[in-house]
């Protein structure tokens, strides 16, 4: 059991828009900054967003993320088949002394 | 660039030990924390721990205290995680990533290694 709650699975057709969710608690997403991680099939995790609501250079501007008390959430538009992958979300536990994840959330075009 | 280079695939008995190996190139490699996340088949990511590669101090995620050792070597640039006490659920890939805060924040990952573990 993840300690940050995603959905297992989002679906949305291409051109369209679709938000996953992440829950956490005040030791977590409460109180740190949340990270997304886009992970494409038989490939190493890429960050999508850090600290909340900012993009790497390269990422899309259809990707963003957002953060209000202990949840966050990454909204992609304008959706293409090529953004079929597991979405995490991850930050830091005060109480844990660490890094947490989400359980991931498998995206479907 | 940075660039984290991760040794290659292993397959090890139960009650054995692995180590893997992660090169860091492209930045100032005692400037950031080498973290160590798995993912075991099928699942989602599972944080065992970081070092800090300039003071050599380390902090591992409680489920593996006991069975975890992460060292380094700053000579190479390099940073090695130990389990040992190997069972079959171990088996998973095994990253090496990059942050620059002690609070996590990892922002760039190794190409993963894959652990098996069987007999």
């Known amino acids: 059991q993840s300690v940050l709650t995603q959905p297992p699975s989002a679906s949305g057709t291409p051109g369209r828009r679709v938000t996953i969710s992440c829950s956490g608690s005040?030791?977590?997403?409460?109180?740190?900054?949340a990270y997304w991680y886009q992970q494409l099939p038989g490939t190493a995790p890429k960050l999508l967003i850090f600290?909340?609501?900012q993009r790497p250079s390269g990422v899309p501007d259809r990707f963003s993320g957002s953060k209000s008390g202990t949840s966050a959430s990454l909204a992609i538009r304008g959706l293409q088949s090529e953004d079929e992958a597991d979405y995490y979300c991850?930050?830091?536990?005060?109480?844990?002394?660490?890094?947490?994840f989400g359980g991931g959330t498998k995206l479907t075009v | 660039q940075v660039h984290l280079v991760q040794s290659g695939a292993e397959v090890k008995e139960p009650g054995a030990s692995v180590r893997v190996s992660c090169k860091a190139s492209?930045?100032?490699?005692?400037?950031?924390?080498v973290h160590w996340v798995r993912q075991a088949p099928g699942q989602g990511l599972e944080w065992m721990g970081w070092?800090?590669?300039?003071?050599?101090?380390?902090n591992y995620a409680r489920k593996f205290q006991g069975r975890v050792t992460m060292t380094r070597d700053t000579s190479i640039s390099t940073a090695y995680m130990g389990l040992g006490r190997l069972k079959s659920d171990d088996t998973a890939i095994y990253y090496c990533?990059?942050?620059?805060?002690?609070?996590?924040?990892?922002?760039?990952w190794g190409q993963g290694a894959l652990v098996t573990v069987s007999s």
């Open positions: 990533a990059r942050s620059c805060s002690r609070r996590g924040g990892i922002v760039h």
């Open positions: 005040s030791s977590n997403v409460g109180s740190n900054t």
């Open positions: 600290n909340n609501d």
């Open positions: 991850a930050t830091w536990d005060d109480s844990l002394n660490g890094v947490v």
């Open positions: 492209g930045y100032i490699f005692t400037d950031c924390y």
């Open positions: 070092i800090n590669p300039n003071s050599g101090a380390t």
